[in-house]
């Protein structure tokens, strides 16, 4: 079974610097996919950025980037030039690509942007 | 619609009572899930459609919960004899699942259930 661990209930960091979201995940299969969601206080769920196991390169989209260290089964999101919409929950998930299969979650992580 | 349509978007009801909780997913889409969030919390599992597989069913959390989805498209969460435990956002999220894709899950605005 597949386990998500975000270790950060909360986070705080001012505008326009960097800040780096943990995530460790857990899984004997060697094909899965890694991704990290955006809840704003109105509720709705964001796709961010994808990693696949497989992948050579750490995923990049706009100001977001993955750390993606495999030997440490680390996944953490890293958002630079903070900005004050970016205050959200953020959350980690994994699914395994082989066959069909859930994508679990993490317990989230509050990023609150100050000015 | 183009995204993922759940309605209702908010239900009130009293302890006891039947809730149904209706999903319509992205067409063509293959997959969908349901989730639970209580308030503050995580996406806690609760079923997972895929194709005509028999649906992934490990994450109902009693068997006052079931849902279905007729014609691979539709699916309805039914909750029986509501507690107050079960007051909740009720996410539903649809995907096109192949090896080769992200998989990527679009969710819908949710069903936030009140249980009085």
């Known amino acids: 079974a597949q386990k998500i661990t975000q270790t950060q209930p909360g986070m705080f960091v001012q505008e326009k610097e960097a800040v780096t979201l943990d995530c460790t995940y857990d899984t004997s299969d060697p094909s899965y996919g890694l991704f990290w969601y955006k809840q704003p206080s109105s509720g709705e769920m964001i796709f961010l950025i994808y990693?696949?196991?497989?992948?050579?390169q750490n995923a990049t989209e706009g100001r977001y980037s993955l750390n993606f260290q495999k030997a440490r089964k680390s996944a953490n999101l890293v958002i630079s030039a903070s900005q004050l919409g970016d205050s959200a929950m953020y959350f980690c998930a994994m699914r395994v690509i082989t066959g069909y299969s859930t994508l679990t979650f993490g317990k989230g992580t509050m990023l609150l942007v100050s000015p | 619609g183009a995204g993922v349509s759940q309605s209702p978007s908010n239900k009130v009801t009293e302890k006891g009572k039947d809730v149904e909780l209706r999903c319509d997913p992205i067409?063509?889409?293959?997959?969908l899930y349901w989730y639970r969030q209580s308030l503050g919390q995580g996406l806690e599992f609760l079923i997972y459609?895929?194709?005509?597989?028999?649906?992934?069913k490990s994450g109902l959390p009693s068997d006052r919960f079931s849902a279905e989805r007729t014609g691979g498209s539709v699916s309805t969460l039914t909750i029986q004899r509501t507690q107050q435990e079960d007051s909740a956002v009720y996410l539903c999220a649809s995907s096109f699942t192949r090896d080769t894709n992200t998989g990527e899950l679009f969710f819908g605005e949710g069903s936030r259930l009140t249980v009085l």
């Open positions: 990693q696949g196991s497989y992948d050579q």
């Open positions: 459609f895929q194709g005509n597989s028999a649906p992934d």
């Open positions: 067409s063509g889409h293959t997959a």
